[in-house]
């Protein structure tokens, strides 16, 4: 049975930083591909970014671009979100998911597996 179980998540002040890691169960993460996805109250679910299984090719969301970064660990089996100079439109539940590749991963529709997700809060 594949899990994904979120963690790392919590309270900052615009401007922080915050590291989600996304630990996998049941499979290895090196062989899927990997999305962070985040839905605030109220909101639809947004992807946020995703990393593949070939040759580790990122993907973000214009929304994220040069203050998020993805990436793996294959050791540890686990997959980081690393988000910088956080903005209050980016609190929400964050949620990873693994599929077998990328593209096309904002809409979410490849993706089978889901975790249950971490609340991250940019407040002051």
């Known amino acids: 049975q594949v899990q994904l179980v979120e963690s790392g998540g919590g309270l900052v002040q615009p401007g922080g930083s915050l590291r989600l890691s996304c630990a996998a169960s049941g499979f290895t993460l090196d062989s899927y591909a990997i999305g962070w996805f985040r839905q605030a109250p109220g909101k639809e679910r947004e992807g946020v970014s995703c990393i593949s299984t070939s040759v580790g090719t990122t993907y973000y969301a214009d929304s994220v671009k040069g203050r998020f970064t993805i990436s793996r660990d294959n050791a540890k089996n686990t997959v980081y979100l690393q988000m910088n100079s956080l903005k209050p439109e980016d609190t929400a539940v964050y949620i990873c998911?693994?599929?077998?590749?990328?593209?096309?991963?904002?809409?979410?529709?490849?993706?089978?597996?889901w975790g249950q997700g971490t609340q991250v809060t940019v407040s002051s």
């Open positions: 998911a693994a599929a077998s590749y990328c593209f096309g991963f904002l809409a979410g529709r490849q993706f089978g597996s």
